[in-house]
């Protein structure tokens, strides 16, 4: 399967806990995109990573989230001392490079569950 | 003002009508667009982008874009039950990160 891959699939999480979700990019692909999606909401931009860079964290809270894409392994989103407001489905996508225009395609996301 | 704004349905069309989906954008200097449809509790599906004006045709489906009227949409010849889902609009304002900036979807509902 050459999509994008992210696990887990479903994440419960106790109020105060730490939650981390990853994301490996579609095969050839170094870009990577973490979205939000909130109950009844649309899809909301948190970060836009490369290999080892941070290229737009504007989407993302100020506290408490964490991104990272490492030179080896998958992108990382972790989430501290979780809230019942994190309680949503977090995408991840990749795209083959940067400019216009690049498709991003969208993993099978991560639905966290915090109670 | 939204930056990206769909109306939120339902649109209702029967079996073989075709589906016509509105997207309207704010920002004058956005640079591409794309239409993604989302099955319930499923993630995105890319279906196709556009970023010059005019009409673009991929199958069954047509994007259509007005940059003058800030203005995107996607046609869906010959509807069919299994396009029933959330057809989200994307739009990449491409400076200095490619973000995607969505609205939050039109409901489509295709009955037999």
């Known amino acids: 399967n050459a999509g994008v891959m992210q696990n887990p699939r479903h994440l419960v999480r106790r109020r105060g806990q730490e939650a981390r979700l990853r994301c490996s990019p579609m095969k050839g692909h170094s870009h990577v995109y973490w979205y939000r999606q909130l109950p009844e909401e649309g899809l909301k931009f948190m970060v836009y990573?490369?290999?080892?860079?941070?290229?737009?964290e504007s989407g993302m809270p100020k506290e408490r989230f964490s991104a990272e894409f490492p030179k080896e392994g998958p992108s990382i989103l972790r989430i501290q001392q979780v809230v019942r407001g994190d309680s949503a489905a977090y995408f991840c996508?990749?795209?083959?490079?940067?400019?216009?225009?690049?498709?991003?395609?969208f993993g099978p996301g991560t639905r966290l569950t915090v109670t | 003002q939204k930056e990206v704004e769909q109306n939120s349905g339902p649109l209702s069309v029967p079996e073989g009508a075709i589906a016509s989906l509105n997207c309207t954008y704010s920002d004058r200097g956005s640079q591409s667009f794309f239409w993604y449809r989302q099955y319930s509790g499923k993630s995105p599906e890319l279906i196709m982008f556009?970023?010059?004006?005019g009409d673009k045709e991929d199958g069954r489906f047509t994007a259509q874009l007005n940059k003058a009227s800030q203005y995107v949409s996607l046609l869906i010849r010959d509807s069919q039950p299994s396009d029933s889902a959330t057809y989200l609009c994307?739009?990449?304002?491409?400076?200095?990160?490619?973000?995607?900036?969505f609205g939050t979807g039109t409901r489509l509902q295709v009955f037999p």
């Open positions: 994307a739009v990449n304002k491409n400076r200095n990160t490619d973000k995607l900036i």
């Open positions: 556009i970023y010059s004006n």
């Open positions: 990573l490369q290999k080892e860079n941070i290229i737009d």
């Open positions: 996508a990749s795209s083959l490079g940067t400019g216009s225009p690049y498709e991003q395609y």
